[in-house]
C-alpha cells in the first residue's frame, strides 16, 4: 500500500508561499500582473480561464481578463499581445489554448516576450529548459518536480521513465528530471517493449491521455507513479494510471483528482511572480 502524494496540501504549500512574496512585493509598491486571453467560447477553456482568475484573486495577484470573440482575427490578437507586451503593470501573459483553427496557434506563442511567457512555451523558454538555464518550466511539470522535492524523492541516479513527448508535459517533464540526475527514457506510441521499460522504472510519469492505460503489471514493487492523466469517461475523472490496483505495488503515488492537477495553476502563479521580480530586478 503506497503514500498518498496529495496535491491539494502541496499546492496550498506552494501558493502561501507565492501569496506571502506578492504581499512582500506589495508592500515595497510593486503590484503583481496577469493577462490572460482567451479567444472563442470553448467551455473547457472558460473554466480553466476562471479558475486562474479565483486563483490570482486569492494571491493578491492583479488579473485582467481579455475575452476575445471567435471571429477575432490574427491582427488583433497579435496588437493586443503586442500591446500587453510592452505594458508595465502586466508581468505575465498566457494565451488559453487550444484557440480557433484560423488563428496559428505557433505564431501567436511566439508573439508573446519570452519574459513575460509564463507557459514557458516560447521557443526560447523551451531552449533555456534544454540547456538547463531557465526561468519558466511548463506549469505542469514544474508542478511535478515541486511534488517531487516536496515529499523528499530526489531522481538522482534513478532510472526515469516519462510516457508521453507532448511539448507541454512529456518533453520538458523528461529535461527537468535529467536536470536532477535521473536516468530518463521518454516513450511514446511508436515505444517497442513499453510494459519492460516502465518495469525497469524507479518514477514513473504517465502523460498519455488514456483512462488506466498503465496497469500494475506495468510498475516495479516501490515504484513513484505520477499520474497526469485527465481524462472524462461518462462525466467521471479517470487519470493514465489503473490507481487501485498500482497502488498496491508503489511507493507513492498521485491521484486522480486531487494529484497534478492542483499543482498546474499553483506553478503558474509561481511562474507569475518569478516574471515580476525579474523585471523589476529583483532575483
Ligand atoms: P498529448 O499531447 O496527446 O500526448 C500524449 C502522448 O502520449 C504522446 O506523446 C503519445 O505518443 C503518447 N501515447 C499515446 N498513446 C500511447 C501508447 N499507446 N503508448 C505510449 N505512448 C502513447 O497529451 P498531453 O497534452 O501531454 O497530455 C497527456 C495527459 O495529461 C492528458 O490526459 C491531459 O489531459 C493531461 N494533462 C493534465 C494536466 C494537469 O494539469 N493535470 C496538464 C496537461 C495535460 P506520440 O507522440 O507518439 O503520439
Redesign the pocket.
Known amino acids: 500500500m503506497s503514500r498518498l502524494i496529495d496535491g491539494k496540501v502541496i499546492s496550498a504549500a506552494v501558493k502561501e508561499r507565492v501569496g506571502g512574496e506578492v504581499a512582500a512585493l506589495k508592500a515595497k509598491g510593486i503590484m503583481v500582473g496577469l493577462a490572460v486571453i482567451i479567444v472563442g467560447d470553448d467551455p473547457a477553456s472558460k473554466i480553466y480561464v476562471a479558475n486562474k482568475k479565483k486563483a490570482c484573486e486569492a494571491l493578491g495577484i492583479i488579473s485582467e481578463e481579455y475575452a476575445l470573440p471567435e471571429d477575432t482575427t490574427e491582427s488583433e490578437l497579435l496588437d493586443l499581445i503586442g500591446r500587453l507586451n510592452n505594458e508595465k503593470r502586466i508581468n505575465g501573459i498566457l494565451c488559453q489554448l487550444p484557440l480557433p483553427p484560423h488563428l496559428d496557434e505557433k505564431l501567436i506563442i511566439n508573439s508573446i516576450s519570452p519574459e513575460k511567457d509564463v507557459d514557458a512555451f516560447h521557443p526560447v523558454n523551451v531552449g533555456r529548459i534544454m540547456i538547463g538555464d531557465y526561468d519558466f518550466v511548463p ?2 511539470p514544474a ?1 511535478i518536480m515541486e511534488m517531487l522535492k516536496y515529499e523528499n524523492i530526489s531522481p538522482e541516479g534513478k532510472s526515469c521513465v516519462v ?4 511539448n ?3 518533453k520538458p517533464m523528461g529535461m527537468l528530471l535529467l536536470h536532477k540526475n535521473g536516468t530518463v527514457t521518454i ?5 517497442k517493449n ?1 510494459k519492460e521499460i516502465c518495469l525497469g522504472a524507479d518514477i514513473l510519469v504517465a ?4 483512462a488506466k ?1 498503465v496497469t500494475a503489471d506495468m510498475v516495479k514493487e516501490g515504484a513513484v507513479v505520477i499520474d ?4 472524462r469517461v461518462d462525466g467521471k475523472l479517470y487519470g ?1 494510471v489503473d490507481f487501485d490496483a498500482v497502488k498496491e505495488k508503489a511507493s507513492a503515488i498521485t491521484p486522480v483528482p486531487g494529484g ?2 492542483p ?2 495553476i499553483a506553478m503558474l502563479m509561481q511562474n507569475t511572480l518569478t516574471a515580476a521580480k525579474k523585471q523589476n530586478g529583483i532575483a
Open positions: 506549469c505542469t508542478g510516457i508521453g513527448r507532448s507541454i508535459v512529456g516513450c511514446h506510441s511508436k515505444t513499453l502523460a498519455v491521455g488514456r492505460f497526469v492523466g485527465m481524462n493514465d497534478v492537477g499543482m498546474t
